[in-house]
């Protein structure tokens, strides 16, 4: 007896995207009146002036929501057409419940198809990556991505090689199938990989630790071994990095994002660089980031923009995707 | 064959010009990376990774740690390339 498959679409494409920050601003100075720091050696060291932090009472999912409304909304469906919710985090509230479920609650999705996963800073494009087979093999419809942390409830604020640099926030998708014949998939195939030998360069080691991080073996880590990922990931799309519009990178480090940049040879990209008032925001990163340059109209319609995620595991992906 | 001390600094000088913008001529034997020419941890990490493509020495950030000066970074590069 054969079985039936699934139909599929052609291919996958994001129909919008959203980002939420909390209201609250801590800036560098603030910081260097707690610990042995300064707004000078935080700027040339990672890049960041400010991050926001959640409130007391502000939760993973209450971000998680934030952004994944705001998505959805801009994409112009409505929830009941949303039948899989992925949430990307490394911060979740509790092993379980899952984040996914809660927001697709909490946002008026019935019954979909919800559960999280953890890569890290890599997480929102392994989520992306997953969202577009599921519309293309036709597990999906139509799936909400969100990217989303707290990652101030792990930090050791006493500790200054990490508390300057996390912070929190969300960034959302929304994924769909590729429905006019004359257009191309949005979002092209990913590169993705991890070692783990390298699992103790990043980690929160148990629910009584902090995050701890190996900044200088990280730092060599993400400027030696990353960019031959990213062009891997236009060869595979099919897209020369010179025609790319934009380079969103996971917002790590500044210095970390314009070494890779300038590896890559993509000399029109905008380079995303929201971390100078978003701070390392992981899985939250590279949506949220996105989102901001497309309202501010930096990148248009159409426009091909290289995502690339890296982080603890360790973990990474990259992936080319159409501006919606 | 390997490359003569004054070789090597004259690499590594281009190095860290082209990684910290100090200019080549300051890069000289007796200078701390840190204290005189004013490079960060994660620059020096640059000018290890850097210093590999130029002169295919391995600097591990063990090692690297224990690099202060100009003159020691030379040494490392030229004991590795001559046991090498």
């Known amino acids: 007896m054969l079985m039936r498959l699934a139909e599929g679409a052609a291919g996958a494409r994001i129909l919008a995207f959203g980002g939420y920050q909390p209201a609250r601003v801590l800036t560098n100075d603030e910081l260097a009146t707690t610990i042995d720091t300064s ?37 112009g469906l409505s929830p009941a057409d949303v039948d899989l919710v992925i949430v990307a985090t490394c911060t979740p509230e509790a092993p379980i419940p899952n984040t996914a479920a809660t927001v697709a609650t909490r946002l008026g999705i019935s019954a979909p198809g919800a559960f999280d996963v953890n890569a890290a800073c890599a997480g929102f494009c392994y989520a992306l990556s997953v ?22 409830q792990w930090v050791d604020w006493t500790d200054r090689s990490t508390a300057i640099i996390f912070a929190d926030g969300a960034g959302a998708a929304v994924v769909g199938p590729v429905t006019d014949p004359d257009e191309g998939p949005g979002i092209g195939p990913v590169v993705w990989g991890s070692d783990g030998g390298m699992a103790d360069k990043i980690a929160i080691k148990d629910r009584d630790s902090f995050i701890v991080q190996e900044g ?6 993400a400027t030696t071994a990353l960019h031959p990922v990213a062009k891997l990931a236009c060869e595979r799309a099919g897209v020369d990095p010179a025609d790319l519009a934009a380079f969103v990178p996971h917002q790590a480090n500044l210095r970390i994002i314009e070494g890779i940049a300038r590896k890559i040879g993509a000399p029109q990209a905008l380079v995303a660089d ?10 939250a ?32 992906a990259g992936q080319v995707i159409t501006v919606p | 064959m390997a490359m003569t001390e004054p070789e090597i600094l004259a690499g590594l000088g281009e190095i860290v010009d082209e990684v910290a913008g100090v200019p080549a001529d300051q890069v000289t034997l007796e200078k701390s990376f840190v ?6 941890s994660l620059s020096m990490v640059e000018i290890a990774v850097a210093a590999q493509d130029k002169f295919g020495v391995e600097i591990p950030d063990d090692q690297l740690k224990n690099l202060k000066t100009v003159q020691d970074v030379v040494n490392y590069v030229h004991t590795a390339e001559v046991s090498a």
Do not use: H
């Open chain 1, 285 to 316: 990163s590279i949506p949220l980031a996105l989102s901001k340059m497309i309202e501010r109209g930096e990148i248009g319609s159409g426009a091909a923009v290289l995502l690339l995620g890296f982080g603890a595991g360790i973990c990474y």
């Open chain 1, 216 to 221: 200088q073996a990280v730092f060599r880590w």
């Open chain 2, 35 to 40: 204290d005189d020419l004013d490079i960060d």
């Open chain 1, 274 to 283: 929201d971390i100078v008032t978003a701070g390392n925001t992981s899985s």
């Open chain 1, 39 to 75: 707004d000078e050696w935080i700027r040339s060291r990672v890049g960041i002036a400010s991050r926001r932090i959640a409130g007391p009472d502000e939760s993973l999912a209450d971000m998680a929501t934030a952004a994944g409304g705001k998505a959805v909304a801009a994409s």
């Open chain 1, 131 to 152: 969202a577009s087979d599921a519309v293309r093999a036709g597990s999906a419809r139509n799936v909400l991505v969100i990217g989303a942390e707290k990652l101030s």
